[in-house]
Nanobody, 125 residues
Framework: QVQLVESGGGLVQAGGSLRLSCAAS????????MGWFRQAPGKEREFVAA????????YYADSVKGRFTISRDNAKNTVYLQMNTLKPEDTAVYYC??????????????????WGQGTQVTVSS
């Protein structure tokens, strides 16, 4: 069983920064791509960023490109999301997720099978 635990969310003013972490249990972390998604009130869950199993390939939603950076430390079974120049529209619950297939990197939520409980990010104007 895989468990994902996010941390690092909070309240920040527009223009500020936050760093989210997602700690994973299990010995196969380094074999799977990882992703970050977010869901704002009344909206569907949307893709934010993804990273391949060794970290060589990175993917971002257009809305966060140039502001957010995804990274991973396979020795620590942890994936990160550095969020800079935050905007009020970034306010959402942020979830990390593990890809469903070894080696595959997906941009859709249905391509991930394990999810964390989420961490709230609130950006005030």
């Amino acid at each position: 069983q895989v468990q994902l635990v996010e941390s690092g969310g909070g309240l920040v003013q527009a223009g500020g920064s936050l760093r989210l972490s997602c700690a994973a249990s299990g010995r196969t972390f380094s074999s799977y791509a990882m992703g970050w998604f977010r869901q704002a009130p009344g909206k569907e869950r949307e893709f934010v960023a993804a990273i391949s199993w060794l970290g060589g390939n990175l993917y971002y939603a257009d809305s966060v490109k140039g502001r957010f950076t995804i990274s991973r430390d396979n020795a620590k079974n942890t994936v990160y999301l550095q969020m800079n120049t935050l905007k009020p529209e970034d306010t959402a619950v942020y979830y990390c997720a593990r890809a469903a297939k070894i080696g595959a990197v997906g941009l859709g939520a249905n391509e991930y099978d394990y999810w964390g409980q989420g961490t709230q990010v609130t950006v005030s104007s």
